[in-house]
Every structure is written in C-alpha cells, then in structure tokens.
C-alpha cells in the first residue's frame, strides 16, 4: 500500500461501513480509532461499536455499546482506556459516563455527573470535554431547567472536573462570559484547556470567542477569536500542540462549510488553511494520534448523512504547507527490512519516527536500499531530508 506525501490535504481511506450517520462519537488508543452511535439519516439513534485499525485500514464491528443509545456525546481516552459520556436519545438526555477497555473489550459503567438540582439538572448533550494529566474536564451543551409549570432549555456555560484518583466529580470556574455553547470545541494542549465557538440554545447566533483554562488556577483567560462564522458543529482535532477545526454551520443566512483552520495556543493565531478535501462537513467524529488526524461521517452540504472517512498528517517537523516538495516514492510498503526511496532530487538523510513521534532511527542515506529490519513490525513515518533543505514525509508498515 503506498501512501502521499504528508503536506496540507486529506486522503480518503476506507468508508466507515456501517449505516451513514451524524453526531457519532470516537476515541483513539494503540493505534485503533473506535466510533460508537450517532443519529441516521432517517432520525434512528444507534449504539453499534467499530474498531478501525490504522496500520491495516481496515474496520470491524465490535459488540455493541451497553448502554442507552445515543448522539452528541463525549468521548475521551484516560489512560489506556476509553471513556464515552453524557449524549441524547429519544428519551431525553443523559448523565452517565462509561469506561471502555480494548485488550478485554469489556464495558463498565463508571461515576457520571452529579444530579443537580430539582430545577437544573445536569444531563445534557452536544457538550464538550478535554483531558488534562488525569482529570477529564467536561461542561457546555444543552440541557434542561424545570419550572413550576414549564421545561426549558438551556445551553451551559459550566464545566467539571472527573479525576480518576477519587473517582467523583467536582465544579469548577465557569465561564467568564456567561455565554451557553453548544455544540462547542474543546481540546487540551501544554496542560492548558481551549474552549470556544458553539452556537446558543436557539441555534441562531454563532459564537466566535475563545477561552483558555488553567486547571492549576481554575481560571480562564479569553483567546483570540475565531475568524470564521462557521463555529457550530466542527470537528476539532490536536496535531503537534496545535488545534485544528474541521467543518462548521453558519446561521443567518444558514449554511455550511468545509473550512479548515489551525490555531496556535504559543503566538495566540489562527491560520486558515486549505479546505477539507471532502467539501461541506458537519456534526462528523475527528480523532487524533500524534501524527495524523482522522475525520468521518457527519453531514453534508445538504444535511444529508455521509460515511466517507479520511486522514489528514503532519509529521513531527513539518508545516502544512511544505513549498515545492516533490514526491517521494518509498517501497515496497508494507516492507520486511528493506526500503528504497525513488525521487528526481537529492535525499541527504532519512528519519523514521513512530506515530508517538519518537525517532527511532536517523540515517544518512545512500543510493539503493535502505535497511530497517531492526525495526519492531508496525506503523512508522519515514522523513526525507533533501539536499536543498526540503522535507518530505511517507507513511509505511514494517512487517515481517
């Protein structure tokens, strides 16, 4: 299997293969990505597992998720084990959190949000959650409050704290704002927090502040604003400590888009960036590894529910917009030990990395093969160095 040179595009793997569908929720860990739920085109909330396995690009369905079935969750990886919460379903809300364990494949259900109040529960959907050492920190989405003689909804402005060494849940700084958001992005990077965009309860005002959350002081800081007005619905995603949004809807005029930007959390930007290869998204599941991002499902550009699947990769070292690489030919791919590289400019050096980023080998390279049988069998990255100071970038598995 050959694959691209990394630079500022998505390349389309293999559709995810169950039914299309919307407001999915995914997790990675070991180099497996799994999606559970989601709403079908035709308003049917599931509850079917996959597993795809990213060296191999293949899919498998899992036995499926034990509890209730539901759209617009959270999920979230602590440790090696994956966590899916809150989310809604034909009978409302809900407050539940679940653990997931890959090598036994074994559910259990764990410490969801506290009840809240008679008048403002806690169960919600289309919230956001971001991890931070051992701790997970979840807030925002839509909920209800009840009256004396009504039922509203709200948007959140709110956020928890679930830490794994105690085992409870406890609240923290709220937004400074005031403002509800749902269907908001948040993301973790540096052991800082990021928080933003989202629309109100009424779905007609896109929200384009930003928030920084520092869980030593509990306490927020506001960020540059998003530039766009497609801000609800995105699919947000963490490449080499940058935050990166996918897709979005605007309100007033309604629409959608494909757009793609990167933000900075050191200088305070964002960049745009060439747009998502796959046009208008919406409402897809995005998850990320060290390198590479991968977004799917959602709707598109007529709010109709897709299944096509994609990779976007950044390897450690390497801009999204690379000038005047020229490609790399590398093979054969998967290799058992030897590699050789085939390109019209002068390679200097090579860097094999694995998907955590770690280099595992650096090597001046000569004309012909190039050994890396000492490698253990799996996904790795392997760097060109050109003579003129490019860079190239082509993903291969090392199997025996």
């Known amino acids: 299997m050959m694959f691209s040179v990394a630079s500022a595009q998505w390349v389309q793997r293999p559709n995810f293969p169950g039914v299309s569908r919307a407001k999915a929720t995914s997790f990675t860990i070991n180099g497996k990505i799994y999606v559970m739920g989601g709403v079908t085109n035709n308003s049917i909330i599931l509850n079917d597992f996959w597993e795809y396995d990213i060296a191999t690009a293949t899919w498998t369905q899992k036995p499926n998720f034990p509890g209730p079935e539901r759209y617009g969750a959270v999920s979230f990886v602590l440790g090696n084990l994956g966590y899916i919460a809150t989310g809604g379903n034909d009978f409302g809300y809900l407050d539940d959190m679940w653990q997931y364990d890959p090598t036994t494949g074994i559910w259990l259900q764990k410490t969801g949000l506290p009840v ?112 766009g007005n497609y801000t609800t619905d995105t699919g947000p995603f963490v490449l080499n400590n940058n935050i990166y949004i996918t897709g979005g809807v605007r309100f007033s005029p309604i629409g959608t888009s494909g757009q793609f930007y990167r933000y900075d959390p050191v200088t305070d930007t964002w960049t745009q960036l060439p747009a998502f290869n796959g046009g208008a998204i919406v409402g897809h599941f995005t998850c990320a590894t060290a390198t590479s991002a991968f977004a799917g499902g959602g709707y598109n550009g007529s709010f109709t529910t897709r299944n096509d699947f994609w990779e976007y990769t950044t390897a450690t070292g390497l801009n999204d917009h690379t000038p005047d690489n020229e490609a790399a030919a590398v093979f054969p791919n998967p290799t058992s030990g030897e590699l050789y590289i085939q390109s019209s400019k002068n390679i200097a050096s090579i860097q094999v990395t694995d998907p955590e980023g770690k280099i595992i080998l650096n090597r001046t390279y000569k004309n012909g093969s190039t050994d890396i049988s000492e490698v253990q069998d799996g996904i790795y990255f392997v760097k060109i160095f050109f003579a003129d100071g490019e860079t190239a970038v082509q993903r291969i598995v090392k199997a025996d």
Do not use: C
């Open 116 to 227: 809240g109040s008679a008048q403002h529960e806690n169960q919600r959907v289309e919230a956001f959650a971001f991890v931070i050492g051992n701790s997970v920190y979840l807030g925002g989405g839509q909920g209800f409050v009840f009256g004396a003689n009504s039922t509203n909804n709200i948007a959140f402005y709110d956020l928890w704290e679930f830490s794994t060494a105690t085992n409870s849940w406890t609240p923290k700084a709220t937004i400074p704002d005031f403002l509800g958001r749902n269907m908001s992005v948040a993301a973790a990077v540096n052991n800082k927090g990021y928080v933003g965009l989202g629309t109100d309860i009424n779905q007609t005002v896109n929200r384009q502040s930003f928030w920084e959350y520092d869980p030593v002081a509990d306490a927020w800081t506001m960020k540059a604003d998003f530039p």
